[in-house]
């Protein structure tokens, strides 16, 4: 991994971590499957990872141009450096009613990502978590996010849900979760 150093962002970051690239690719989706058995009353939910016939370039569900406005309005912005250069961010949001942190946003800058980086971003934010009295870190993701699937698993994250039109484009959600 390149040596970063993750710090809280400043108005004078946010055009640079606008500027990032925020798409991604993805070879694979996580499928959700539910079931309904009335007689029985169960609702099963299986969720798998399905590999797609082609890579796919997939737009991010938040405007990045938005973020310049959203910014302010966040709990924290934690952003990685490399040779004092914004590389990657983490937007995290306090939930008013529960002891929850949540991340809304992880990006790292294409020819940086699967070097560590985002696992870097996302042990600071569970630091920053923990130091705002929070004892759960709650991920938000899109199903065709693979990359940020697989990382949430190796960091020890488990899914715990999922919403048909969490995004404003009406895109599915899907929710990661650990206890600090």
């Known amino acids: ?6 710090r809280a962002a400043t108005a004078d970051d946010i055009p640079a971590l606008i500027a990032l690239d925020h798409h991604y690719s993805s070879e694979y989706v996580w499928q959700l499957e539910t079931t309904h058995d009335r007689d029985a009353g169960q609702i099963k939910t299986t969720f798998r990872r399905v590999r797609l016939p082609r890579s796919v370039r997939v737009e991010y569900p938040h405007s990045p ?5 959203d910014w ?8 990685a450096l490399l040779e004092n250069k914004p590389i990657g961010y983490i937007s995290l949001v306090d939930e008013d009613t529960t ?5 809304t946003d992880i990006i790292v ?22 130091h705002m009295e929070n004892r759960y870190l709650l991920l938000e993701m899109q199903p065709k996010n693979d990359p940020a699937v697989r990382l949430a698993l190796k960091l020890g994250f488990e ?10 484009n009406h895109g599915t959600g899907i929710f990661f979760g650990k206890s600090l």
């Open 72 to 79: 302010s309005q966040r709990s924290g912005i934690l952003v």
């Open 1 to 6: 991994m390149p040596e970063i150093q993750v």
């Open 99 to 103: 002891p929850t942190t949540r991340v």
């Open 65 to 69: 141009s938005r973020l310049s406005e």
């Open 109 to 130: 800058a294409r020819y940086l990502r699967r070097q560590g980086i985002g696992s870097a971003l996302l042990l600071a934010a569970q630091q920053w978590a923990i």
């Open 159 to 168: 899914f715990c849900g999922y919403n048909d039109r969490h995004y404003a």
